[in-house]
């Protein structure tokens, strides 16, 4: 057992994604392989202090339709944020050194402050290799703006959108009858649907957009495209191979009057309405076509590790929404079940993604 690799675990963050975040956490430690991998739970809090945590992953889970947080009890790690020093680094007095002391990090943060290339870029300086696509890919996954300049770029279909930057307060009369209503108005770098508003007269985009600055001072206005919602994983393994995962559909019920509009925050991961199929029922032709195209929307920002591809299909084809740099994997994720769908399952998963950081490890390549 002493040769077992060390994995720290990076979980929670400052993001409004925390909650998920500590929920992914769960299933990322119930499934490290405890003949191979000891791990190292490594907590942040929603101000910026890390702490190391519970390896019970049992710790992590919602109650009461109240998702997990970290809390400050643990005991407090060199990482951390000092309050009167904006954004510095500085060592705790008596702190333990964990970092220093892992073979490898799974950081498993959704959002701002994790996910967008910010700890990668901690990482790499530290020269500790991690799961997931580095600085650059998860930079431009997390900003819609950026995802679909990259994908379009590279030929690959994505809907039309309105950047609105602090100091713009609304959408031009001539972008309004581009994009059509409805539209979708959302923070443009967040995820889990959260700050998003479905706009179905104009007269509401107003309080929409105030919604999503809430969240993010730039914001996205994207045109509502007409489709089925799907997704389909990619996952690159440690020889280099990149693979597409059986593509999933999430329905609505047609028969809940009581269901919401669009895949918001609560259907995500509170409430049990939203019904899937894995794999989608879809034609042969169609299926192998999003496949093919989430491998070369993966391949466009640079990924690496893995990456969620979601689409529309629509009439003229498969549209890409956008791309997640490190998916969900709560109970109710895609990500984690297309791949148990496609032959790997959890504990499978998990290895192959630390063996590929392992692989591949960290510095330019």
């Given at each position: 057992m002493t040769n077992r690799t060390r994995v720290a675990v990076v979980f929670g963050g400052r993001s409004n994604e925390h909650g998920v975040s500590c929920v992914s956490a769960r299933t990322v430690l119930a499934s490290l392989d405890p003949e191979r991998y000891e791990a190292v739970p490594i907590g942040i809090t929603r101000d910026g202090t890390w702490v190391l945590g519970d390896a019970d992953p049992r710790t992590l889970s919602?109650?009461?339709?109240?998702?997990?947080?970290?809390?400050?009890?643990?005991?407090?790690?060199?990482?951390?944020?000092?309050?009167?020093?904006?954004?510095?680094?500085?060592?705790?007095?008596?702190?333990?050194?964990?970092?220093?002391?892992?073979?490898?990090?799974?950081?498993?943060?959704?959002?701002?402050?994790?996910?967008?290339?910010?700890?990668?870029?901690?990482?790499?300086?530290?020269?500790?290799?991690?799961?997931?696509?580095?600085?650059?890919?998860?930079?431009?996954?997390?900003?819609?703006?950026?995802?679909?300049?990259?994908?379009?770029?590279?030929?690959?279909?994505?809907?039309?959108?309105?950047?609105?930057?602090?100091?713009?307060?609304?959408v031009a009369d001539a972008d309004r009858a581009r994009l059509a209503l409805p539209v979708f108005v959302k923070p443009a770098r967040g995820g889990s649907s959260i700050g998003i508003t479905k706009v179905d007269s104009w007269d509401e985009l107003d309080a929409a957009i105030a919604e999503a600055r809430r969240h993010d001072p730039k914001v996205i206005v994207e045109s509502g495209i007409v489709g089925r919602e799907v997704e389909c994983g990619v996952l690159e393994f440690p020889d280099g191979r990149v693979e597409?995962?059986?593509?999933?559909?999430?329905?609505?019920?047609?028969?809940?009057?009581?269901?919401?509009?669009?895949?918001?925050?609560?259907?995500?991961?509170?409430?049990?309405?939203?019904?899937f199929d894995v794999p989608a029922k879809l034609d042969d032709a169609v299926s192998l076509e999003i496949r093919e195209l989430a491998v070369r929307a993966f391949r466009a920002l640079d990924c690496q590790g893995l990456a969620r591809v979601d689409f529309f299909v629509t009439a003229d084809g498969p549209v890409i929404n956008e791309i997640n740099t490190m998916?969900?994997?709560?109970?109710?994720?895609?990500?984690?079940?297309?791949?148990?769908?496609?032959?790997?399952?959890?504990?499978?998963l998990v290895s192959t993604l630390i063996e590929t950081a392992r692989a591949r490890g960290t510095g330019l390549r």
């Amino acid at each position: 057992m002493t040769n077992r690799t060390r994995v720290a675990v990076v979980f929670g963050g400052r993001s409004n994604e925390h909650g998920v975040s500590c929920v992914s956490a769960r299933t990322v430690l119930a499934s490290l392989d405890p003949e191979r991998y000891e791990a190292v739970p490594i907590g942040i809090t929603r101000d910026g202090t890390w702490v190391l945590g519970d390896a019970d992953p049992r710790t992590l889970s919602a109650q009461d339709r109240a998702l997990p947080m970290v809390d400050d009890k643990g005991t407090a790690l060199a990482l951390t944020a000092d309050p009167s020093r904006a954004g510095a680094l500085v060592p705790l007095d008596g702190a333990e050194t964990v970092l220093g002391a892992v073979d490898i990090v799974f950081p498993v943060l959704h959002g701002a402050f994790g996910e967008d290339g910010t700890l990668q870029g901690l990482l790499e300086l530290a020269e500790l290799p991690y799961v997931g696509p580095g600085v650059l890919a998860s930079a431009a996954g997390m900003d819609k703006e950026f995802t679909k300049k990259l994908l379009a770029a590279e030929g690959l279909p994505v809907g039309a959108q309105v950047v609105l930057r602090p100091g713009t307060a609304t959408v031009a009369d001539a972008d309004r009858a581009r994009l059509a209503l409805p539209v979708f108005v959302k923070p443009a770098r967040g995820g889990s649907s959260i700050g998003i508003t479905k706009v179905d007269s104009w007269d509401e985009l107003d309080a929409a957009i105030a919604e999503a600055r809430r969240h993010d001072p730039k914001v996205i206005v994207e045109s509502g495209i007409v489709g089925r919602e799907v997704e389909c994983g990619v996952l690159e393994f440690p020889d280099g191979r990149v693979e597409a995962s059986v593509v999933a559909e999430i329905r609505m019920p047609e028969d809940d009057s009581q269901a919401p509009d669009f895949y918001d925050f609560d259907t995500k991961y509170l409430d049990d309405v939203c019904e899937f199929d894995v794999p989608a029922k879809l034609d042969d032709a169609v299926s192998l076509e999003i496949r093919e195209l989430a491998v070369r929307a993966f391949r466009a920002l640079d990924c690496q590790g893995l990456a969620r591809v979601d689409f529309f299909v629509t009439a003229d084809g498969p549209v890409i929404n956008e791309i997640n740099t490190m998916p969900g994997f709560t109970s109710i994720s895609m990500y984690p079940r297309m791949w148990e769908a496609t032959g790997i399952d959890n504990r499978t998963l998990v290895s192959t993604l630390i063996e590929t950081a392992r692989a591949r490890g960290t510095g330019l390549r």
